[in-house]
């Protein structure tokens, strides 16, 4: 099973930018659909966006499309989340997944990382 560690979480002003990075380990990454979750305190965690497993495919929920944007680099065993115009609601710990199912949701996610704390100040 594929390991993942996120990096690139921090502390931001509204209306800045963030990228976030998940390196997995392993040769497997390409055979897994990819996205990213977030959880807020006090709330559940929720699905942010997914990718297939080629990249052709991506899907955000709402709050997020036009400012979010999911990329992967197969040859790089990467996966990316751009974050721009953020929002004091976008704090969260975010989560990269992979899973066997597009898009990816948290029942079909088969493996977490640890986790990268992204706070967006007003």
């Known amino acids: 099973q594929v390991q993942l560690v996120e990096s690139g979480g921090g502390l931001v002003q509204a209306g800045g930018s963030l990228r976030l990075s998940c390196a997995a380990s392993g040769r497997t990454f390409s055979r897994y659909v990819m996205g990213w979750f977030r959880q807020a305190p006090g709330k559940e965690r929720e699905f942010v966006a997914a990718i297939s497993l080629s990249g052709s495919m991506t899907t955000y929920v709402d709050s997020v499309k036009g400012r979010f944007t999911i990329s992967r680099d197969n040859a790089k065993n990467t996966l990316y989340l751009q974050m721009n115009s953020l929002k004091p609601e976008d704090t969260a710990v975010y989560y990269c997944?992979?899973?066997?199912?597009?898009?990816?949701?948290?029942?079909?996610?088969?493996?977490w990382g640890q986790g990268t704390q992204v706070t967006v100040s007003s």
């Open positions: 997944a992979g899973g066997a199912s597009y898009p990816l949701s948290a029942a079909t996610t088969l493996t």
